[in-house]
């Protein structure tokens, strides 16, 4: 309750349980998923139009503290996905790359990985009908050392 231009801790606290109540307060928090040795930031894809087979998932690996390598990943919207990466391709008349397929993804200690539609990402294909923005789907992550990691992906247009 507002008094005099305060507000009483009574307000605050019904407040604060409504918000947590609610959902709202663990929201922030979602985006963050803790292995043994590193951290992974905001699982995200592009949304698809009708008709689509295919879109990219990004995300950041951070505080890299135990060597790891990312495996393999999964989603009930995807027939497959590919950890793809750019690859050195020596040309006579200069270097360039390509993107391909890659066994895995590396994590050294000491890293911080930012996936990216130029650098690695995943490639999701046979993709399960549209998917809209502003929408979040179950995918798994499966490392070489520290298993199966559970995330919710985004999907979002940046």
């Known amino acids: 309750m507002i008094n005099g231009g305060m507000v009483s801790s009574r307000f605050i606290q019904g407040m604060a349980m409504a918000i947590a109540s609610s959902g709202l307060a663990f929201a922030a928090l979602g985006h963050e998923y803790y ?3 590193f951290k992974i930031v905001h699982p995200w894809a592009m949304p698809t139009a009708p008709g689509a087979k295919t879109t990219v998932a990004f ?12 495996i393999s990943a999964r989603s009930p919207i995807a027939g497959a996905i590919e950890i793809r990466g750019p690859v050195p391709v020596a040309r006579a008349d200069a270097k360039t790359s390509t993107m391909a397929s890659l066994k895995a993804l590396e994590l ?7 996936m990216s539609q130029r650098g690695v990402h995943l490639l999701l294909s046979d993709v399960k009908g549209p998917l809209p923005g502003d929408r979040s789907y179950p995918l798994t992550l499966i490392f070489e050392k520290a298993g199966t990691i559970e995330t919710m992906m985004s999907m979002s247009p940046y």
């Open 35 to 37: 292995a043994a040795g």
């Open 59 to 70: 995300m950041r690996i951070e505080e890299i503290s135990t060597a790891d390598r990312l």
């Open 108 to 114: 050294p200690v000491g890293a911080n990985i930012e």
